[in-house]
């Protein structure tokens, strides 16, 4: 008798606990529907052309280097609404020290779309510590490439935020493999609900 009670008792709290879930989910559809919607772009860059770290030659003593790196930023809008970045700034930088910088573009993004961004950073007659250098042909002479940091700030141009979005990108100079395209890490108000949702809901 006590036995057929409890497995009662206890079905009929498996049952009213599963409806509960289910009530506190219909009722929370509408967020969650909203959260999914709103979901931040996606970046990643792709190194084009390197020049002026001279990786063939890295012993060379000259004091000062030119650089420029011809880069694409790929930016993938998953809003329902278009995006928009006023202006921004880059910098390619090689253990943290700069070796070239640019200013980015104007562009929108419309919703549930992609856009390729070029964009151009580079420095004339910018002087290289020793130390650098001979990093520089340590990388060279180990891998026969160097891994560089690209370090994006864009600010939207269409919500009056203040706040840039952050962007932290790596590339390799150099190698015999053609340069691929690599993610970028963004730091900025992020939908937390991006980093939880299953992909198949993220393309809604």
Partial sequence: M????HQYSLKEDLSSARTFILIAFWLSSPIW??????????????LVDARGLDLAAPFNDAPTISTAFNMTLHVTNRRLHDVCYRHGEAAVRYSGFTVAWARTRAFCVGKKEARD???????????????LRERLAADVKRAGAVELEVDVRLFRGDDGSARPTLLSCKVTAGGAEPPGVTPCAVFALQNWASDIAPAWMQYF
């Fill in 117 to 131: 961004v070029p964009v151009v950073a580079w420095a004339d007659g910018l002087g290289v510590p020793s130390s």
């Fill in 2 to 5: 006590n036995n057929s009670r």
């Fill in 33 to 46: 529907f909203w959260l999914l919607r709103a979901l931040p772009p996606k970046f990643s860059v792709q």
